[in-house]
């Protein structure tokens, strides 16, 4: 159980393009999802909260603009990466909370996306 | 600020042997603590956690260890096997909010 779907798992794009990235929570319901960002040989980013429902919460300079979270329902997040540049090409981590689990702190990984903006 | 540390970034341990993994924290209110293991190209998996109110949490190979004073934390790893070789984060959650990582510390089992 607690499984979580990425969607593309990789991605590359021109400059200038939009790109969106799929989070789908597979055998529970999240209404709380997070967004994260690795750089190589780094520790996990965290980009922002995505809520359900309700507008995302994005961290200390992350521009809400450039990185569009939707949180359209229970099982689904997106991240739409607009006018995309090379600096943007990383390594994509999404994770969801089991909203009725019997550990809400816990955070359940998707496998990632890597995009590369040529 | 970072709240959570891993000051070890890469760590060598034989096969068979113990591995221990460190991480330390500087908020008192973090009131859970998690272990998370990183392949490359793959999201980070759950290994184990433990309540700030326990000192010790066991499952299988792997023990964390809590010291509240020291705001210290330990992973355990017996015996250490190939496929523990990954990247290994710390993580700590205060009020069923975001979890704040440590910069991780990754691990080769030598065979």
């Known amino acids: 159980g607690a499984v979580v779907s990425q969607h593309p798992s990789r991605v590359i794009c021109k400059s200038g393009t939009s790109v969106k990235i799929e989070c789908r929570s597979l055998d529970f319901q999240a209404t709380t999802m997070f967004w994260y960002r690795q750089f190589p040989k780094k520790s996990l980013m965290l980009m922002a909260t995505s809520n359900e429902g309700s507008k995302a919460t994005y961290e200390q300079g992350v521009e809400k603009d450039k990185f569009l979270i939707n949180h359209a329902s229970l099982t689904l997040s997106t991240l739409t990466v607009t006018s995309a540049h090379p600096e943007d090409s990383s390594f994509y981590i999404c994770?969801?909370?089991?909203?009725?689990?019997?550990?809400?702190?816990?955070?359940?990984f998707g496998p990632g996306t890597r995009l590369t903006v040529t | 600020d970072q709240q959570v540390k891993q000051n070890s970034p890469s760590l060598s341990v034989q096969e068979g042997r113990i591995s221990i993994l460190n991480c330390d924290y500087t908020n008192s209110m973090f009131d859970y603590f998690l272990w998370y293991k990183k392949y490359p190209a793959e999201g980070p998996t759950f290994l184990i956690s433990i309540s700030s109110i326990k000192d010790k949490n066991e499952d299988g190979r792997f023990t964390v260890f809590l010291n509240k004073s020291a705001k210290h934390l330990s992973l355990h790893i017996v015996p250490s096997q190939p496929g523990d070789s990954a990247v290994y984060f710390c993580?700590?959650?205060?009020?069923?909010?975001?979890?704040?990582f440590g910069t991780g510390t990754r691990l080769t089992i030598i065979p």
């Open positions: 993580a700590a959650n205060f009020g069923n909010e975001k979890l704040t």
């Open positions: 994770s969801a909370r089991d909203t009725g689990g019997p550990r809400l702190y816990e955070q359940y």
